[in-house]
């Protein structure tokens, strides 16, 4: 999570990250520990949050809504460009996001609500790639995707995205965000062309 505005939820989220990137289960995290690491009182903490599942929430979603805020910074600047261009410098702006806060996504992804943090970022993944007219070289000619097409090209980028992240993290976040996406690079050799922004 990027924790720009210091505010009490994000010093009580920041709080959570520290206490488990120190091995506490996720489950055992006491509540008078996020109160005195937070430097919030005890009345302020449970006026935004009555349980640790609701923290967890808030960090999950800070994380997913400052992936968003990434995607689509770079996005609107695309259109109509190569769609390999466009994929690696997206990827290339994900991973040094990634790589910036690679404490908290480890401490979400081995947390129990892995699954919830799984699903919020290919979801913006995929919500960012559903936006866009993918266009397909067919025999020479250049053609729109179908709806169905565009949904499971966004599907697959953006689960793929999350598993690309995921493996990146298994292995400790060894690479640098520039290596991980000159293999991406390598990766994407697909006949899509281009797309641009759909209205």
Known sequence: MTVHNRGAKARIASALVDILAEGCPDRDVPVKELI??????RSTYY?????????????????????????????GHYAGEEASDVLLDGNLEVLRYVYDHHREFLV????QHRDYFRY???????KTFEGYDWIAAEDGQDRALT??????????????MYGLIECWAKRSFEDTPEEVS??????????????GRTV
């Open 182 to 195: 000159a293999m991406v690079g390598k990766l994407i050799q697909s006949s899509l062309v281009s797309f």
């Open 36 to 41: 005195r690491r937070s430097g919030v009182n």
């Open 108 to 111: 979400l992804m081995g947390s």
């Open 147 to 160: 709806y169905t097409e565009r949904r499971f090209c966004a599907f697959f980028s953006g689960y793929g």
């Open 120 to 126: 919020r970022l290919a979801r913006v993944f995929r």
């Open 47 to 75: 006026y935004h949050f009555h349980r640790v599942d609701e923290v967890f929430s808030f960090l999950i979603d800070s994380f997913a809504d400052e992936f968003e805020r990434v995607l689509t910074g770079f996005a």
